[in-house]
């Protein structure tokens, strides 16, 4: 397994245009969060996943934003209408919770959106 | 609510000395602790994970401790070489939060060659 996979790498979008971005995680990870950084700052979480239920969304998340994770395995973000403060580092991360509790999140590279 | 502060935000070094990078947090019922380095317009490398049972954890020239009770962890990096440039975060998970993370803003070293 190669890790956490995200596609695009780098997104440039202009203002109003819908985008969508996609995760591959471990494969036998059951969980799948979505993290949003900007510029100077940690990470902030948006929404998160256990197989394919999604589970909780962040008030950072306005209804543009809606995210998927079909049969529990690959992931999807998808913006609508975007707008400039939408521009940041979108990243993915999995891991595995069972009933021994919560092991460690591996993180993706990112896909850096810019909507000008 | 969990608040993750690092400080300070940026620090240089000469190549060769020890980096000692602090992260603290406000809820010391946090389930376990994990450090990450960012290189520029990457993704996060997992470096350490401690869980909330364990006082440290060491990986080659790595070392974190956890100390709960002061709401304190620490990442050492000895003998520092110019390829440890990088930010370095940290993140706590609380069960109660169900192990999402809270992070730190970062400290973004520089180890002069």
């Known amino acids: 397994d190669t890790g956490v996979s995200q596609d695009p790498r780098h997104k440039i979008t202009k203002r109003g245009q819908n985008v969508t971005f996609r995760c591959d995680p471990i494969?036998?990870?059951?969980?799948l969060y979505w993290y949003r950084q900007t510029l100077g700052q940690g990470p902030e979480f948006l929404t998160y996943f256990q197989n394919e239920a999604q589970l909780e969304k962040s008030r950072l998340l306005s209804d543009r934003f809606s995210a998927e994770r079909p049969k529990g395995s690959f992931s999807t973000l998808e913006i609508q209408r975007t707008e400039q403060g939408d521009s940041a580092m979108y990243l993915c991360a999995s891991s595995f919770i069972g009933t021994s509790g919560a092991y460690e999140q591996y993180f993706g590279p990112g896909t850096r959106l810019t909507v000008t | 609510k969990q608040e993750v502060t690092q400080i300070p935000a940026a620090l240089s070094v000469p190549e060769g000395e020890n980096l000692v990078l602090n992260c603290s947090f406000t809820d010391s019922a946090i389930y376990n602790l994990q450090w990450f380095r960012q290189d520029p317009g990457k993704g996060l490398t997992s470096l350490l994970l401690?869980?909330?049972?364990?006082r440290e954890q060491t990986s080659g020239r790595l070392n974190a401790s956890l100390d709960k009770s002061s709401g304190r962890s620490t990442l050492y990096i000895a003998a520092s070489q110019p390829g440890d440039s990088a930010t370095y975060l940290c993140a706590a998970a609380r069960r109660s939060n169900d192990y999402k993370l809270s992070f730190g803003a970062g400290t973004t070293v520089t180890v002069r060659a």
């Open positions: 494969s036998e990870h059951n969980r």
């Open positions: 401690i869980q909330s049972s364990q």
